[in-house]
T-cell receptor, first 114, second 116 residues
Framework: DGGITQSPKYLFRKEGQNVTLSCEQN?????MYWYRQDPGQGLRLIYY???????QKGDIAEGYSVSREKKESFPLTVTSAQKNPTAFYLC?????????????FGDGTRLSIL | DQQVKQNSPSLSVQEGRISILNCDYT??????FLWYKKYPAEGPTFLIS?????DKNEDGRFTVFLNKSAKHLSLHIVPSQPGDSAVYFC???????????????FGQGTILTVHP
């Protein structure tokens, strides 16, 4: 069954700690995205990747880092520089960045600060 | 600067009636629009989309209307069912190029509640 898998579903971070959120897709999609959702707000783009070994900053990239070493994987690291990391993080993918094709989402990871 | 706005935080509708969710945008470069449905603690699910070359797209109970001159789109759900209760996000994309190329910009979402 094709889809996007995010893990873990819930994650807790201590002050000053880096944490990495996993995102894996088996849809053979070229483009992958990370969004953050805060209560009462829409999704905001953190980073996106059009192709392996390439990625660009989105609207709120500060305090985050990503890698795209494999087509199916796009992990997001929330660094200690991100001062307000508590949010719901969503990973998405699409066939490619250019075509008018919808992005498909995983079920998200909720990150909280201890 | 909120380029995509959903001005109604919530909407309550009786089962069987029509639900109309609205969305406004300011960026004239947006040419592809989508609606997503989201349940709590889950990722958004794609519902329906429309390209700017059309003014209407229909898929079963869901119809999206686009008014380019007013920079306004709406999602109609007829008839509404209790299972439609969720948060609905509209999103827009500039698919032709520019700094927004390929990126979706989302509205804040509207909570739809359909009462039995």
């Amino acid at each position: 069954d094709g889809g996007i898998t995010q893990s873990p579903k819930y994650l807790f971070r201590k002050e000053g700690q880096n944490v990495t959120l996993s995102c894996e897709q088996n849809l053979n999609h070229d483009a992958m995205y990370w969004y953050r959702q805060d209560p009462g707000q829409g999704l905001r783009l953190i980073y996106y990747s059009q192709i392996v070994n390439d990625f660009q900053k989105g609207d709120i990239a500060e305090g985050y880092s990503v890698s795209r070493e494999k087509k199916e994987s796009f992990p997001l690291t929330v660094t200690s520089a991100q001062k307000n990391p508590t949010a719901f993080y969503l990973c998405a993918s699409s066939i490619d960045e250019a075509s008018n094709q919808p992005q498909h989402f995983g079920d998200g990871t909720r990150l909280s600060i201890l | 600067d909120q380029q995509v706005k959903q001005n109604s935080p919530s909407l309550s509708v009786q089962e069987g009636r029509i639900s109309i969710l609205n969305c406004d945008y300011t960026n004239s470069m947006f040419d592809y629009f989508l609606w997503y449905k989201k349940y709590p603690a889950e990722g958004p699910t794609f519902l329906i989309s429309i390209s700017s070359i059309k003014d209407k797209n229909e898929d079963g109970r869901f119809t999206v209307f686009l008014n380019k001159s007013a920079k306004h789109l709406s999602l109609h759900i007829v008839p509404s069912q209790p299972g439609d209760s969720a948060v609905y996000f509209c999103a827009a994309m500039d698919s032709a190029g520019g700094t927004s190329y390929g990126k979706l910009t989302f509205g804040q979402g509207t909570i739809l509640t359909v009462h039995p």
